[in-house]
């Protein structure tokens, strides 16, 4: 029989019934749950006696749980060390950018998209798969994906966005809008990043070069004939300018020899600063 909290046990005597107290009616309300299970199915007299609020040491009292609260600064503990802050100056496309408390991981693609806001480079693969986030870093094309933004301070950046002068798009960004390269316009950024790094190095390279050259970028919109056919328009393109060029003073009746005569920008007189004449190209530097 049972008879509020307590059943009748062998000889008439009273125990607890551990399914009510397990309910949380009468005695049971305000002790803990672990407490209500040591003193229901623990031995006779195993009860626990109730810990005073605030206690440290008491069971479900996350202030006291040792390393896991803030510190005596009131801050939380460890923060600081896990994600390092510092800032640095990028200087991309001739421009000094400063980058102030950067997490020192930061890729130079996120610092590029998300800090400066410099979009043309895209995050396709996070890998350096897929050539979509090509820049060049001290002329040399890098996949910015991979490269810590804090390594590059100090060196020259040049994006997608820089490619362009006086507001113009370059040459190979006209070709490869006019040949029908351009398709969804993701990957067409490190493509044209591509092809200018290429064409830097090799005047005039041949289909298999070009290809080799493009097989770090991945398309699935424009099967890459687009592009092999803005490279071939872009070298035949500069071939002609510079026979143009050639041509023109011979054409214009030139001038007399010795006037005149191409120099190199900015030269100094002989004896300027560190300069010195040379003999072998009439006195100047």
């Given at each position: 029989?049972?008879?509020g909290?307590?059943?009748?046990?062998?000889?008439g005597?009273l125990?607890r019934?551990p399914?009510?107290v397990?309910?949380g009616f009468?005695?049971?309300v305000?002790?803990?749950?672990?407490?209500?299970r040591r003193?229901?199915?623990?031995?006779?007299?195993?009860d626990v006696?109730?810990a005073?609020?605030?206690?440290?040491?008491a069971p479900?009292?996350?202030?006291?749980?040792?390393g896991?609260?803030?510190d005596a600064?009131?801050e939380p503990t460890g923060?600081?060390?896990?994600h390092?802050?510092?800032?640095?100056v990028?200087?991309?496309n001739?421009t000094?950018r400063?980058?102030?408390?950067?997490?020192i991981?930061e890729?130079l693609?996120?610092v590029?998209?998300e800090?400066?806001g410099l979009?043309?480079?895209k995050?396709?693969?996070?890998?350096?798969?897929?050539?979509?986030c090509?820049?060049?870093?001290d002329?040399r094309l890098?996949?910015?994906c991979l490269v810590?933004?804090a390594t590059?301070?100090g060196s020259?950046v040049?994006?997608?966005?820089?490619l362009a002068g006086?507001?113009?798009?370059s040459d190979?960004?006209?070709a490869?809008?006019?040949?029908?390269a351009?398709?969804?316009?993701?990957?067409?950024?490190g493509?044209a990043?591509?092809?200018?790094?290429?064409?830097?190095?090799?005047h005039?390279?041949t289909?298999l070069e070009?290809?080799q050259?493009?097989?770090g970028n991945?398309?699935?919109?424009?099967?890459?004939?687009?592009?092999?056919?803005a490279?071939r328009?872009?070298?035949?393109g500069?071939a002609?300018?510079?026979?143009?060029?050639?041509a023109?003073?011979?054409a214009?009746?030139?001038?007399?020899p010795?006037?005149d005569?191409?120099?190199i920008p900015?030269?100094?007189p002989?004896?300027?600063g560190?300069?010195?004449a040379h003999?072998?190209d009439?006195?100047?530097?």
């Open positions: 029989m049972r008879v909290l307590h059943t009748t046990g062998a000889g005597r125990v019934d399914c009510l397990l309910s009468g005695p049971a305000g002790r803990r749950a672990g407490r209500a003193g229901a199915f623990g031995a006779p007299g195993d006696a109730p005073p609020d605030g206690d440290p040491a479900g009292n996350p202030e006291g749980a040792p896991e609260g803030p600064a009131g923060a600081s060390d896990e390092p802050a510092t800032s640095y990028l200087r991309v001739g000094d400063p980058v102030a408390d950067a997490w991981g890729s693609l996120y590029l998209r800090r400066l979009a043309g480079a995050d396709g693969c996070s890998q350096g798969e897929c050539g979509a090509n820049v060049q870093v002329g890098v996949a910015s810590p933004a590059t301070a020259e040049r994006t997608v966005e820089g006086d507001g113009e798009p190979v960004q006209r490869l809008a006019t040949c029908g351009v398709q969804c316009g993701f990957c067409i950024p493509m990043m591509t092809v200018h790094d290429l064409l830097e190095g090799n005039a390279p289909e070009t290809r050259a493009l097989c991945l398309c699935r919109c424009s099967g890459y004939q687009g592009v092999l056919a490279v328009e872009v070298v035949a500069r002609e300018r510079a026979a143009a060029g050639a023109g003073p011979a214009d009746g030139g001038s007399e010795g006037q005569e191409a120099r900015h030269q100094a002989p004896g300027a560190s300069v010195q003999p072998h009439g006195g100047m530097a």
